[in-house]
């Protein structure tokens, strides 16, 4: 474009420059013909920012008049090429009722109770709600609801959903599945992968309207909250939000600041309250800050708006009464052997020792240092001999002059040898009642058994679960725990995309 040709330019239309669309806003004309264009972008990657160019560096400037449309024919019987954009036109008309609109229509056998979250939601000033039902009631679902109903209204160009590294892949099928809502999953390699592509300068949040990311991924590094700071969305939907209702941990204070980016909310959790009123205000209050003060003081009646809460004896409805299957709980008691109660009996003194303590501050410390030792010893005696191993190392580091107990070597010598004696016995009680267990269902590790999963609080109880399994069902012979087939460890120190692959293959059915 030469010369006079840049008077094509005006405020209002639309110009492709280095590829990308953008409307402009204003035109300075130069004293030599050329001139600074202002402009905003339209095109996916320059969506909503805006840009000057200058027209003597910037010389290939094409304006996308509309006498340049070709207009096609629908030559397909029955005109279905232009029904089908009629259609489209419908569909995306976006509705101002406060009523169902769409979701319905979804790939669900909807049930009433399903819809009481966002009919609730539609009802306050800014849609934003809690989903606190029970294990099974389908807060994911309610969830797609609440996000298809918003996208309908016109509310629901921009969506990140934030959820555990375990289960992004589950969240993203059930909402494309159901809802048709195709979230791009953002895991550490994805990210990686975006900002590889996009200039140092663009935001790799921008990319992609709709989105899943992890909160641990989030939180783990410092320059995403600079790129979070100037991103909004019409969404944000957390799962499992009870993580991080702790406003001083990184996660809580990352909820908190996303709860400031968006119009529109949905947090779910089956477990939104943990009994300290505290945390549960810090909930209510990322979906609305003026409802109820953070220190606790506020009633039923002040957070009832924001949430709705029901168990599976709630749901009247013999279709969704049908599908609940009884949970079989069976307790197993293990018999403790003599090495086991001389430990629990010398950490038991420790902890009636605490209580003699005159000074509150010693007090304290003798008695978490005591419990301590019995939740570790509860998970593993493996796991209480690692921590009594790190302590010792600890205090002899850097010895501490005050005799708490913690930092008192004859004491810690002494337990360690106590837990010395479970473990070279043998005579782990809780091991040896789950070993019987798994015998009498016939469990040897073959790949036609039942899987199972097992809990446990500390790492080195999941690593002592394997060695000795592995030895007493003859499993593998392989020392290293990495490369163990059979038997996997899952824990947090994992990244997304292992966690996530070892998820879909304890599902599928020819995996070891």
């Not at 009832?304 to 709630?314: L, T």
């Not at 004859?410 to 009680?429: F, M, P, R, T, Y």
Request: proline residues 3%; charged residues 30%; glycine residues 4%.
């Amino acid at each position: 474009m030469e010369g006079n040709a840049y008077n094509q330019i005006a405020p209002g239309v639309r110009i492709l420059v280095r590829g990308e669309d953008f409307l402009v806003n204003k035109k300075e004309q130069n004293h030599d013909y050329t001139c600074i264009i202002s402009c905003q972008g339209l095109s996916e990657l320059v969506k909503g920012k805006h840009f000057k160019f200058d027209t003597t560096i910037d010389k290939d400037i094409t304006v996308l008049e509309p006498d340049n449309t070709l207009l096609e024919a629908d030559t397909e019987t029955g005109y279905q090429k232009t029904k089908l954009f009629i259609e489209t036109i419908l569909r995306n008309a976006s509705f101002t009722s406060k009523k169902i609109e769409i979701s319905h229509k979804s790939a669900i056998s909807g049930s009433n109770f399903q819809f009481t979250p966002t009919l609730k939601a539609l009802n306050l000033p800014r849609p934003r709600i809690l989903i606190a039902d029970a294990v099974g009631l389908g807060k994911t679902v309610e969830a797609g609801i609440f996000m298809a109903e918003l996208i309908k209204r016109g509310q629901g160009q921009r969506i990140l959903v934030i959820a555990l590294k375990s289960i992004l892949a589950q969240f993203q099928q059930e909402l494309w599945n159901r809802f048709a809502i195709p979230l791009v999953r953002l895991d550490s390699e994805g990210i990686s992968k975006i900002k590889a592509e996009l200039p140092e300068n663009k935001n790799p949040f921008d990319y992609y309207d709709k989105m899943i990311i992890s909160i641990d991924t989030l939180k783990n590094n410092a320059k995403f909250k600079h790129y979070l700071e100037k991103s909004r969305w019409d969404i944000i939907a957390i799962d499992e939000v009870h993580t991080v209702a702790n406003v001083d941990s990184l996660r809580g204070s990352l909820a908190q600041f996303l709860a400031t980016r968006c119009q529109a909310m949905v947090l779910t959790s089956a477990t939104p309250h943990n009994g300290k009123k505290e945390s549960f205000a810090n909930i209510i209050t990322m979906l609305e800050p003026t409802a109820i003060p953070r220190n606790g003081d506020y009633s039923k009646v002040n957070v009832e708006p924001y949430y709705v809460r029901r168990f599976k004896n709630d749901i009247m409805e013999a279709s969704i009464q049908d599908k609940f299957q009884d949970r079989e709980i069976i307790t197993l008691n293990p018999k403790l052997s003599e090495d086991e109660i001389a430990f629990l009996k010398f950490q038991q003194n420790l902890k009636i020792d605490s209580f003699q303590r005159k000074e509150d501050k010693k007090r304290k410390k003798d008695l978490l240092f005591s419990i301590g030792l019995f939740k570790s010893f509860m998970s593993s005696p493996r796991a209480c001999l690692k921590s009594i191993n790190n302590r010792i190392e600890k205090v002899i580091a850097s010895p501490a002059e005050d005799d708490l107990k913690e930092n008192n070597l004859s004491i810690l010598e002494e337990a360690k040898a106590l837990v010395g004696k479970v473990i070279n016995s043998k005579q782990d009680s809780k091991y040896l009642i789950l070993k019987e267990h798994l015998i009498k269902k016939g469990w040897k590790g073959r790949r036609s058994d039942d899987r199972i999963i097992i809990f446990s609080e500390r790492i080195e109880t999941m690593i002592y679960l394997a060695e000795s399994l592995s030895q007493d069902f003859d499993i593998e012979k392989d020392v290293d725990i990495d490369k163990k087939k059979v038997i996997k460890l899952f824990d947090g120190t994992m990244s997304d995309v292992e966690q996530q692959e070892l998820v879909e293959d304890f599902g599928k059915e020819d995996s070891d």
